[in-house]
């Protein structure tokens, strides 16, 4: 049986290959020359079967993510359209294996806790840039200035792109998928900014983090995104819900929810006054009602094929929209393009491991300090999930591979916060009071 490398055997590659770093400057980069950090993410995967192939291969098969691309399979060959379900597998099937790759590595890092707060401080602070961008967009993407500046030569970067009207898409082209980035990195930043109030105030990095949280949310605003504004206050409520006790994040919280609301009253969304912008939410359910009809056109067992919504839609089946991409819920897409069962198996893993991942957490939380840094994935996740429900953005890979990353953390919760067994005095609730955490360097 062949051995499975060790933390020892894989310590004596040299520091500057570690896939931790791959990885790290893969994300640094990824949202902005996404093909270059692709190309990173893809030497790590490819790295990691080289070393690890068994291990990675295990968990698949486990977990039922290898079942699941036999699934997948057959429903490309037995799909309306063949090669637009082949084309669309490819959103899927080599992020189970970057997913599975992942957990193997993070199980296998040095310092896994350290090294998931790099990678959440890069993946925030590297947002930095997009929302300052946003910020811009959204001024000059105002009517009236729109009609001073266009024509304006230097301008023509922006004003010849795709008009969304006022809103505003910064390095990724939609401004739905400019929001589903942000509140993954929102809520890396929210749970950061929790770990620094409770355990390290004075961090060279916490202005940074609070900064950067706040510039999301402007940055969320500016999209002009319904769902990332209702999915920024789940997260913001989560939050304030968790920290209660301690006043100026309730009330930091409440405010930011507050200035949300004051902001969309005052310039409304993407263009649309705040009644305006709520009266159209209806139009996302007369499209689950027409995607909930082509289920029954369909054998529910296999669907009609991944990516095949948007071929079967009948123009003005859903009032105003003459072409839709996808249904805007990522269980009805799953249910209309894959049939049931194969949506009840991807959900079924999915849930699983955010079960497990959710019971180790608040079991370890308590007397771990640690598990906050933990904590900011779910909190990322919440915002892949909340997301989904309402758009779906996994088309572009820069927000795929950040969701995976916050599975993976999930997947790998029990190992990296253990519970506590009971034994010796109890550590005070890192959501409660203030003292310090000694066992992690702070940037």
């Known amino acids: 049986m062949e051995k499975e490398p060790t933390k020892q055997t894989q310590s004596s590659t040299p520091r500057w290959v570690q896939p931790e770093h791959v990885l790290l400057a893969s994300l640094l980069v990824l949202p902005y020359v996404s093909y270059l950090g692709l190309v990173g993410l893809a030497s790590f995967l490819v790295w990691s079967l080289i070393k690890q192939p068994q291990p990675i291969g295990n968990l698949l098969y486990r977990q039922g993510w290898l079942w699941l691309t036999v699934g997948l399979a057959i429903n490309v060959l037995l799909s309306y359209a063949p090669g637009e379900s082949a084309l669309q597998s490819f959103n899927f099937i080599p992020f189970f294996v970057f997913y599975a790759a992942l957990v193997v590595a993070i199980g296998n890092f040095r310092h896994p806790i350290e090294t998931l707060q790099r990678w959440a401080l890069v993946l925030l602070l590297g947002s930095?840039?997009?929302?300052?961008?946003?910020?811009?967009?959204?001024?000059?993407?105002?009517?009236?200035?729109?009609?001073?500046?266009?024509?304006?030569?230097?301008?023509?970067?922006?004003?010849?792109?795709?008009?969304?009207?006022?809103?505003?898409?910064?390095?990724?082209?939609?401004?739905?998928?400019?929001?589903?980035?942000?509140?993954?990195?929102?809520?890396?930043?929210?749970?950061?900014?929790?770990?620094?109030?409770?355990?390290?105030?004075?961090?060279?990095?916490?202005?940074?983090?609070?900064?950067?949280?706040?510039?999301?949310l402007v940055g969320i605003f500016c999209s002009g995104?319904?769902?990332?504004?209702?999915?920024?206050?789940?997260?913001?409520?989560?939050?304030?819900?968790?920290?209660?006790?301690?006043?100026?994040?309730?009330?930091?919280?409440?405010?930011?929810?507050?200035?949300?609301?004051?902001?969309?009253?005052?310039?409304?969304f993407g263009g649309r006054s705040l009644v305006e912008a709520f009266q159209t939410i209806?139009?996302?359910?007369?499209?689950?009602?027409?995607?909930?009809?082509?289920?029954?056109?369909?054998?529910?067992?296999?669907?009609?094929?991944?990516?095949?919504?948007k071929l079967k839609y009948e123009p003005f089946s859903a009032a105003e929209y003459p072409y839709l991409a996808h249904p805007h819920n990522l269980i009805i897409m799953f249910a209309t393009e894959l049939g049931l069962p194969l949506a009840i198996l991807f959900f079924t893993i999915v849930g699983m491991i955010v079960f497990r991942g959710s019971k180790a957490l608040f079991a370890g939380l308590a007397s771990d300090p640690k598990g906050l840094i933990v904590a900011a994935y779910f909190l990322g996740f919440v915002g892949v999930m909340g997301f989904a429900m309402f758009d779906l953005s996994f088309y572009d890979a820069r927000v795929n591979v950040l969701g995976w990353i916050m599975l993976a953390v999930i997947q790998s919760t029990p190992a990296l916060v253990p519970a506590d067994q009971?034994?010796?005095?109890?550590?005070?609730?890192?959501?409660?009071?203030?003292?310090?955490?000694?066992?992690?360097?702070?940037?």
């Open 282 to 309: 209806t139009l996302r359910f007369e499209v689950w009602r027409v995607a909930i009809t082509m289920l029954g056109d369909n054998p529910w067992w296999i669907g009609s094929g991944l990516g095949t919504f």
């Open 128 to 216: 930095i840039p997009i929302s300052l961008r946003s910020i811009v967009e959204f001024y000059f993407n105002a009517p009236t200035v729109k009609a001073q500046w266009q024509g304006v030569p230097w301008l023509d970067w922006l004003y010849l792109q795709y008009d969304y009207g006022h809103r505003a898409d910064s390095v990724f082209g939609h401004p739905n998928i400019l929001a589903s980035y942000l509140v993954i990195t929102l809520g890396l930043g929210l749970g950061l900014s929790v770990y620094y109030l409770r355990y390290h105030r004075r961090a060279p990095a916490a202005p940074w983090v609070y900064g950067s949280v706040v510039l999301a």
């Open 225 to 268: 995104s319904r769902n990332g504004l209702l999915v920024a206050g789940l997260q913001l409520l989560i939050v304030g819900w968790s920290m209660r006790h301690n006043r100026f994040v309730a009330l930091a919280g409440l405010g930011a929810i507050v200035a949300l609301g004051v902001a969309g009253l005052t310039w409304g």
């Open 422 to 443: 009971g034994s010796g005095p109890k550590s005070p609730s890192p959501l409660s009071g203030q003292s310090k955490d000694p066992t992690l360097k702070q940037p």
